[in-house]
């Protein structure tokens, strides 16, 4: 472990100083908020001789991130970050880097999706691309946004993972907002992100000439979907260690895909993921005083799903509740809730289930709301009726 | 060429080697001042006895010279008992006066006067185009009979053949041999970068079938030029000269494509482009693109009473490419490949930035026309001003094949089914729209004249 400087940055910041560290080869970009500062500092650094990587100001993010995969292709480390249409904007692009097994990474400052148009925090866009075949890291604090990029691509570049990694930060909440962020030694990091396995992947070189996005037809195709499952499995199983060997390098820990947050003896689970975990966290110090016992599971790593873990959370409590920043139209509730069921589908008996919707377009979840959501939760558990979905700040 | 299975099974390898390059002597058949005698007697003169003859036929007006076409299976050869004809491999068919026994065989057996028995030495006699330099041809003041170094291109394009097995693409296709002309002369260090779209089964191939040597990227229709940045980028930090090339179709370059393409070349990305420009999207059947001809008709835009064929003129993607003030654009057809290996050197060298070649590749079968007229239509598009070539330097213009004598339009409209229900007056719309884009490209020449690289007032 080795000792740190704590600064004070927004979340834009530290992932840019987290990039920073890693030494990429190149960097893509496309303005959009709420992700641009870290853009303009990525370039300043650049300017400041602080960053050796090639920057690319492109025409669009399809572009921002093809760039990022071509460089990735042909053997280097590669950036790039974009928001809410910008990555709808890129999403051949993206498709083409996770079927293409390149190990970029993306971080998306989260907001909503047009229309209605709004710049406004919230999970929509990453929900969006949630089966797009990346592994999606999801961070609470402008601290696990910095430290998230450093474990991305050390799972991007890992031979048994090689797969494109995001790092998603709610817009506003952490891209805009200042918090005391322990900056890693360069040596530090350097160490951690020693090339795995010796660094050998098959890269686009005129000395041995391979095919990148092969035409395939027939039985192939199946064996390439297969492998990528695979992959995304490894993802999963390394995330877990992964977090103890970054506990012995940085002196911190997250609970690698899954935090679990005073769960010990809790009747009641919530879950949630991004910014306002840290929110619940709160209210769930408050009424654990207050002698209801509650606890939290924070899904760390959206995809690959942390299935059997949450499984494991969710086993035995009164009932659940899930928060979302967004929704899944055709399921009206939330993209989590949704997945939250899939796992406890697994449980051999039913755990009553309630799904809260809120903090679209950047509206605050308090913790006033959240605490009540938990109170809603628990009457649930009770056997009070209710609807399954219930959502927060409704005009 | 015999073929046989290679080692993988599956393949086909050519094992026997491609026949011998040669350089040719040329004659413009019948074209000849009546009367002229200038290459019999230099023959007479440089080797003793005069291996061309002269024909002059007043009353079909054919006046013109007879020599030896050195054929590649030569008829002389297989008559002569003595085996006193071989056929070198340089092409030359070479007589052996030694093993000649003057039977007349070879005379007899050549439908074209190429060899005669020669009454003084009672031997056979023919042309051996005198070791390279023939005197017939230094002598031919008209340009009717020339001596032509067909070897050229050949030492031009000096790489290997870039494909590895059989090509999928259908027989007589232009695209196929445009990628082929543009990596004999570009080589193996390379990324080829294509698009979906039939240059996807020239780069890529099918499968666990890769067609070419080459490293290659199918990328996606969308975003060619932005994955050759990212991939030419790191090629360069790593200290590669491989360059990044694509060859792309028009449909990905002008219409869906453009947006990166555009970016690229503001950026100058040290990248050569190749769009292989065969005027719609074939490769699903034959939909009209953004540079389809006026009035040609496609699947989207039929012939019928309420429409004909495509109302709007191409976008001239290539001058949109040049007002970019690339590094370097260029227009080729597959029918003048010197021309077009001279503009890939030049694009090859333009390290500084964007290189982008906009090649006219006739899709016969897209255009309604026979398995060998790909190659004819190109022609005809140049020669009839359809399709100019020029080249730019940084927003810098020249023609490289000026038309002064445009032939007919019907000329070049009449070898396929596309344009076939133009009457008079289509045509001559048609012809305005040729005239326009021609007169333009003329226009920017005048006004933009090319400059050599480093010349004063160049960036
Ligand atoms: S459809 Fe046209 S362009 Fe495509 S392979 Fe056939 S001839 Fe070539």
Redesign the pocket.
Known sequence: MTTTALRVMDGNKAAAVGVILCRPDLVASYPISPQTPLLEALYRARAEGRLEADTVEVEGENSALSAAIGAAAAGGRAFTATSSMGLMFMYDAYLFASGQRVPVVMTVATREQSAPHTVSSGQQDIMMVKDGGWVQLIAESCQEILDSILVAYRLAEDPRVQLPVNVSYDGYYLSHLSEPVAVPEQGAVDRFLAPVGGGKRPVLSAAAPLTFGAFIVGDLYAGYRYKHCQAMQAALDLADGLDGEFLAAFGREYGGSLEAYRVEDAEILMVAMGSHSGTLKVAVDRLRDEGVAVGLARVRMFRPFPRARLAALLRGRRAVGVVDRSVSFGWNAGHLFVDVKAAAADLEARVPMVNFIGGLAGTDLRREMLEAAVRTTLARGRGEPGPEVVWLNLE | MALRPGPAGDRVTAVTAPPALRDTLCIEWGACPPGCRDCVEACALARGVARVTALDLAEVSFHGALTCGQCGEPACRDACPTGAIVREESGVVRLDQERCVGCGACAGACAWGGITLDAVTGRASKCDTCGGRPACALACTTGRLRWVETSALARRLGHPDPFTQGVS??P?????LGFRTAFRAIGPDAVVFAAPG?AC?LACGLGTAATTRLPSVMSLMTNVPSLMTGVARQLRRSGARTRAVAFVGDGTTADVGFQPLSGAAERGEPIVYICYD?EGY??TGAQRSSTTLQGARTMTTPVGPGQAGKRQVPKDVAVLMAMHGAAYVATASVSHPEDFAAKLERALAAEDGLAYIHLY?P????WQAPMDA?VEIARMAVLTRVFPLWEARRGRFRLTHPIAHPRPLGDFAGLMGRLRHLDEDGLRALGRAVEERYRRVEALCAALPWQEPGAAGGR
């Open positions: 693409l259908c007589g296709c232009a695209a196929e039939c089964m065969n074939m490769n590749a899709c016969h079968v897209g790909a």
